[in-house]
């Protein structure tokens, strides 16, 4: 960077964007660098080339699932155990390697205000890690259901997610059957005692989380009827019984599906099978609290915590008027004077400020970091909220002293190979220092503590 950014050109690249790097090129129309972004946006970048489907890691899980099985005897508990645990290892593995791959993809991308909006969209639909197949799937998820959406359709994006195995396995859906289904009425012919019935989580959270939001306009036996028509979206190929060669995917077991009509908020649909709840997701990607829920959310991350009503109402109505084209929501979201202030009001949450750090910091691989660990010192494990509703976007999730002690540690351990010198530094990362800030960093002890005192001061902390 030849020249420090100047107040557009910073907001563009630290609150759009993922962090000024030194070597970066400050945009000459920020605005006009944002938009242009949409046009080289990669779905697949070199990042993830080592990557595989959610498909073929299933199939592989599955085998390895069924030779740990078969080289424990049956009567021997130790050996079983022992297979388990080799299985887990194996998963966590892979989710490592899956977390590496996501922010090698953050630290090297042309495009970061395309990867934020991918990371803001994997929020939204959060799925944890903490189950088996959600460890290993997480990073496909976010992959297969949101990168390739992320610039077309909300309803596209919702159908893909919720068609996911990982979000399917999340939510508890792959063996959720009607009272009615045909599965349940032939455990009744059998005398079977196996457990038949509904699971409500993912309807509930579709409703809640991912297009509504919270009390809008829907009761609990909206949910109910929801989950009846959501009964039989399944998933083949993973832990289910498996059907021939069948591949590891959605699949709608007819046997599982309550039939008949189901009413929600209202409307009658008639539709069967797989279709019907279809038809409600339709009905739901296109509903004006969806619209503001999305708005909300939208103009929380980019704003403020409490962002202005105006703005929200003005990315509402791009939505509603667009039908949900998120392209066109994007740049009425740029358009925003809102979010152009030059006072940076939002806090960093610990992925964001390690990103902004590596970033930052000219650290262009992480071949030999454990990053998966570090983020799960820093409170914000990749792919493991607390809750379906994702990681908190708020300054008063994030900003408690502890916290602050553990990225002080952290930064500590960035900084310490590295030969840089932080007055050098600051003004190509961070144009809007303060004279505090540039004082504390000048008056280090080292050039390495100077760093680290950079990457950890209030100014640096947010966006």
């Known amino acids: 960077m030849a020249t420090p950014p100047n107040a557009d050109q910073a907001i563009a690249l630290n609150r759009f964007g993922l962090g000024a790097r030194a070597d970066d090129t400050a945009p000459a129309d920020p605005r006009q660098w944002l938009?242009?972004?949409?046009?080289?946006?990669?779905?697949?970048?070199?990042?993830?080339?080592?990557?595989?489907?959610?498909?073929?890691?299933?199939?592989?899980?599955?085998?390895?699932?069924?030779?740990?099985?078969?080289?424990?005897?049956?009567?021997?508990?130790?050996?079983?155990?022992?297979?388990?645990?080799?299985?887990?290892?194996?998963?966590?593995?892979?989710?490592?390697?899956?977390?590496?791959?996501?922010?090698?993809?953050?630290?090297?991308?042309?495009?970061?205000?395309?990867?934020?909006?991918?990371?803001?969209?994997?929020?939204?639909?959060?799925?944890?890690?903490?189950?088996?197949?959600?460890?290993?799937?997480?990073?496909a998820f976010e992959r297969e259901a949101i990168r390739p959406h992320v610039l077309g359709r909300f309803e596209d994006m919702l159908m893909a997610v919720e068609r996911h195995p990982a979000m399917l396995f999340f939510l508890d859906q792959v063996r959720s059957a009607g009272p009615n289904s045909k599965l349940a009425d032939r455990v009744e012919r059998n005398g079977n005692k196996r457990k038949i019935g509904i699971n409500e989580n993912l309807a509930r959270e579709i409703m809640e989380l991912h297009t509504l939001g919270v009390r809008t306009g829907y009761t609990q036996g909206d949910v109910t009827q929801f989950a009846l028509a959501l009964s039989g979206w399944s998933i083949g190929g993973l832990n289910v019984k498996t059907e021939g060669d069948e591949t590891a995917g959605f699949k709608f077991r007819p046997p599982l599906h309550e039939p008949g009509p189901k009413t929600i908020i209202g409307k009658t649909y008639q539709q069967q099978g797989e279709g019907q709840a279809r038809a409600v997701l339709h009905d739901l990607a296109s509903s004006n609290a969806t619209a503001l829920h999305l708005a909300t959310k939208l103009a929380r991350h980019f704003i403020a915590d409490d962002p202005p009503d105006e703005a929200v109402a003005a990315l509402q109505?791009?939505?509603?008027?667009?039908?949900?084209?998120?392209?066109?929501?994007?740049?009425?979201?740029?358009?925003?004077?809102?979010?152009?202030?030059?006072?940076?009001?939002?806090?960093?949450?610990?992925?964001?400020?390690?990103?902004?750090?590596?970033?930052?910091?000219?650290?262009?691989?992480?071949?030999?970091?454990?990053?998966?660990?570090?983020?799960?010192?820093?409170?914000?494990?990749?792919?493991?909220?607390?809750?379906?509703?994702?990681?908190?976007?708020?300054?008063?999730?994030?900003?408690?002293?502890?916290?602050?002690?553990?990225?002080?540690?952290?930064?500590?351990?960035?900084?310490?190979?590295?030969?840089?010198?932080?007055?050098?530094l600051a003004p190509r990362i961070l144009p809007d220092i303060s004279n505090m800030t540039s004082t504390e960093v000048g008056r280090a002890e080292s050039l390495r503590t100077g760093l680290a005192l950079l990457i950890v001061s209030p100014d640096f902390q947010r966006r």
């Open 317 to 424: 109505a791009a939505f509603v008027s667009s039908r949900g084209d998120l392209p066109t929501v994007y740049h009425t979201l740029i358009d925003l004077k809102a979010a152009w202030t030059p006072q940076q009001v939002k806090f960093k949450t610990p992925w964001e400020w390690t990103v902004s750090a590596l970033r930052g910091l000219g650290i262009t691989t992480v071949a030999d970091m454990p990053v998966a660990p570090m983020l799960n010192q820093l409170g914000q494990p990749v792919w493991r909220p607390r809750s379906p509703a994702g990681y908190d976007d708020i300054a008063a999730s994030w900003a408690a002293p502890d916290a602050l002690v553990r990225r002080v540690e952290v930064a500590q351990r960035l900084t310490r190979k590295l030969d840089l010198d932080p007055r050098q």
């Open 35 to 139: 938009l242009s972004q949409m046009d080289h946006y990669e779905m697949a970048p070199a990042a993830f080339a080592s990557a595989d489907t959610s498909a073929k890691i299933a199939s592989q899980y599955r085998e390895d699932r069924a030779d740990l099985k078969a080289d424990a005897k049956d009567d021997d508990a130790d050996a079983k155990a022992a297979a388990m645990k080799a299985l887990r290892q194996k998963g966590q593995e892979l989710y490592r390697a899956e977390v590496a791959m996501r922010v090698a993809s953050a630290l090297t991308t042309p495009t970061p205000f395309l990867e934020r909006l991918v990371y803001f969209w994997s929020n939204h639909f959060a799925v944890s890690a903490d189950k088996p197949q959600v460890t290993i799937l997480a990073g």
